[in-house]
């Protein structure tokens, strides 16, 4: 197949697209290069005769439209997003912008394409969102794809419209859609803005780990090759206007999870140790969710995918992957508001 991947020089769209070149398929990287994307991520596919690289908007219809003419992609995989949290509490309208603008654009151009190549039925249209616009939980209880909206972000509340402006496209239009909602990834290429590599780096450098609240939210953890692996499934598999949760069947406390990384760090990194020592609790995100947790049951059932990485084992890899690719985060780490606390509204 030849996947038209937004998004594909961050942390999710960059692990999509090393696995889908490994698995054969031809893939044509849009993305803006915004500050959170990286070229790194996919410099060992770059040379691949089998990959393409486009820098663009997604609000840029014009190049959406030309992409289109250029490559005649068999599908899209939508990941171009606004993605965290706190920014979103600080600055919301990017989020709508991209979130919302962005994929309504997107959907306009390969709408227009889909029916100027006679409507193939083999096209799809994968839009990946997550399971934040699903709302917070108790200490009970999981998400099902019947789980009714209910997102409490400005970043959960763009992701939620842009899910709902997919299902409208393929009810009105006909377009050949599939969604994915997945909990919180984590692996290598993350980000320095996220929990996971600011647990990593602060401890490396010595510095107070900053714990939100009491560090009692929960989170369902899913390793991003597992993920990458479940989107491909999901395209090639997945019932035509069907959604798919995708979680990594491992909730941890977020206190729970900075611990197992101190851990983790006390046996490779002795220097500092013991790193739970730097354990900082600061002043609680506006409207931080309690809880997620996934029920996996159809795409396991449906298409027979589930994880194979535990969290025990993905962090393991994690930190191993940070402590050695140190000019990778290095090169990141002076973006705009890496490094600050944000979304203190």
């Not at 993605?83 to 912008?97: E, L, T």
Request: aromatic share 10%; charged share 25%; with cysteine.
């Amino acid at each position: 197949m030849k996947l038209l991947v937004t998004g594909a020089a961050g942390f999710i769209g960059s692990a999509v697209v090393r696995l889908a070149i490994a698995k054969g398929h031809s893939v044509v990287n849009l993305d803006a290069l915004t500050y959170a994307a990286c070229l790194e991520n996919v410099a060992s596919v770059a040379d691949s005769p089998l990959y393409a690289f486009e820098k663009a908007d997604i609000c840029d219809r014009e190049a959406l439209d030309r992409i289109f003419a250029t490559y005649k992609p068999d599908a899209v995989m939508h990941l171009a997003a606004e993605s965290h949290v706190d920014r979103s509490i600080d600055g919301p309208g990017a989020f709508i912008q991209t979130n919302v603008t962005g994929t309504y654009t997107l959907l306009e151009a390969a709408r227009a394409y889909w029916q100027g190549v006679g409507k193939p039925d083999e096209f799809r249209f994968h839009h990946i969102s997550t399971d934040e616009v699903y709302g917070s939980l108790g200490p009970t209880g999981q998400f099902t794809e019947d789980t009714p909206y209910d997102p409490r972000s400005p970043y959960s509340a763009s992701k939620a419209a842009s899910d709902h402006l997919v299902r409208a496209w393929g009810e009105t239009y006909g377009l050949p859609i599939v969604l994915t909602n997945c909990s919180n990834n984590y692996g290598p290429y993350h980000f320095p803005e996220k929990l996971v590599p600011v647990v990593i780096l602060k401890a490396l450098a010595g510095e107070p780990i900053p714990v939100y609240g009491d560090g009692a939210n929960v989170r369902d953890w899913l390793f991003v090759e597992d993920h990458a692996d479940a989107l491909l499934t999901v395209l090639t598999k997945g019932t035509l206007g069907r959604s798919y949760n995708i979680g990594g069947e491992n909730e941890v406390s977020n206190l729970e999870l900075v611990k197992m990384i101190c851990a983790l760090l006390d046996d490779r990194h002795p220097k500092g140790a013991p790193h739970a020592d730097l354990i900082t609790f600061v002043a609680d995100r506006p409207g931080h969710d309690q809880r997620y947790a996934i029920d996996p049951t159809r795409i396991r059932t449906e298409l027979g995918w589930r994880p194979s990485v535990t969290v025990e084992e993905g962090l393991a890899r994690t930190v191993d992957w940070y402590l050695e690719n140190k000019d990778w985060w290095r090169a990141l780490q002076n973006r705009q508001g890496v490094g600050e606390r944000l979304g203190k509204a």
